[in-house]
Structure formats: structure tokens, C-alpha cells
């Protein structure tokens, strides 16, 4: 999958995963952070970021230590699906 088109599939997603109805994908920038600054996202949103990796690519956080780095963005977001697709492939 195209990169750009999977990170617009992702800020769908995860607006929809954590009930952001004031966002749209639009208000979420490619590099913008994900938790703290930017979106403002916590620890329990982070659980349902693993959860939207788990059923909607099927790719599981092997290492819990990746997960700040994982979740940094959605381009990093991205980048970690695309090379987990890869190697299933």
C-alpha cells in the first residue's frame, strides 16, 4: 500500500478508534505528535492504537519498548506497518 494513502486510512482510523469527533483527517498532520503535544493522546489511547494495528493490519507490537517510537506519529505509524506487511510477504 502507498504510503500517503495509508496514512489517510490511518487518521480515519484512529479518529474513529478513539471517538475524536471533533478532528478530521485533515486537522492531523503526517508528523504531528501523537501523545503529550499534538493530539494529546494517553496511555489508554495507546492501547487502542495497538488494538487498530492488531485488527485492522494484523501486526502485532512485538517489543513494548518500540512503542514510543511506533506511535510517535502517523508517519512513523505508517512506516512500521509497511515494513511489518514486508515482511509477511
Same mark, same amino acid.
Request: hydrophobic letters at 40%; aromatic letters at 4%; glycine letters at 4%.
Given at each position: 500500500?502507498?504510503?500517503?494513502?495509508?496514512? *489517510?486510512? /490511518?487518521?480515519?482510523?484512529?479518529?474513529?478508534?478513539?471517538?475524536?469527533?471533533? /478532528?478530521?483527517?485533515?486537522?492531523? *498532520?503526517? *508528523?504531528?505528535?501523537?501523545? !503529550?503535544?499534538?493530539?494529546? /493522546?494517553?496511555?489508554?489511547?495507546?492501547?487502542? /492504537?495497538? !488494538?487498530?494495528?492488531?485488527?485492522?493490519?494484523?501486526?502485532?507490537? %512485538?517489543? +513494548?519498548?518500540?512503542?514510543?517510537?511506533?506511535?510517535?506519529?502517523? %508517519?512513523?505509524?505508517?512506516?512500521?506497518?509497511?515494513?511489518?506487511?514486508?515482511?509477511? +510477504?
Amino acid at each position: 500500500m502507498e504510503k500517503a494513502k495509508l496514512m *489517510e486510512d /490511518l487518521k480515519k482510523q484512529i479518529i474513529a478508534q478513539l471517538n475524536l469527533k471533533d /478532528l478530521k483527517p485533515e486537522n492531523i *498532520e503526517d *508528523e504531528q505528535p501523537l501523545f !503529550v503535544e499534538g493530539l494529546g /493522546l494517553d496511555s489508554i489511547d495507546a492501547l487502542e /492504537l495497538i !488494538v487498530l494495528l492488531q485488527q485492522e493490519y494484523k501486526i502485532k507490537l %512485538s517489543n +513494548a519498548e518500540d512503542g514510543p517510537k511506533v506511535f510517535k506519529s502517523v %508517519s512513523t505509524m505508517a512506516d512500521y506497518i509497511i515494513e511489518h506487511q514486508a515482511e509477511k +510477504a
